[in-house]
């Protein structure tokens, strides 16, 4: 995927880690129509994703550093993050149609 650069107007490329398609491709999977995922085992089935608390923070936080999530808010189940691209409303099935479909927006 492509980011530009604003300062320079570069592209630059954005690849995700195995851990980090992983954890995209779970978070697509359980995205309903508020968009919003919250990074907590409450939350996220750290389990079937053979990760620790540690391990899905750290790769929660790459995703959103890569700008694949934002912060939106705060509840009582903690920070809530949204799509930077919404996949609901675009319709998103996996991870490589979500990079494809935010490099073209």
């Not at 851990?19 to 089935?45: G, M, N, P, R, Y």
């Not at 790769?59 to 996949?87: A, C, M």
Request: proline letters at 1%; one cysteine or more.
């Amino acid at each position: 995927m492509k980011k530009t650069n604003n300062l320079k107007g570069e592209s630059i490329m954005i690849t995700l880690t195995e851990k980090e398609t992983l954890l995209a491709q779970h978070l697509i999977d359980t995205t309903d129509d508020s968009e919003a995922h919250i990074c907590s085992e409450d939350w996220i089935d750290i389990k079937s994703l053979g990760f620790d608390v540690k391990t899905l923070k750290g790769v929660f936080g790459s995703l959103v550093q890569k700008d694949l999530l934002h912060y939106t808010d705060t509840n009582e189940n903690g920070e809530i993050y949204r799509w930077t691209h919404p996949v609901c409303e675009n319709d998103i099935k996996d991870v490589n149609e979500l990079l494809t479909k935010k490099e073209r927006a």
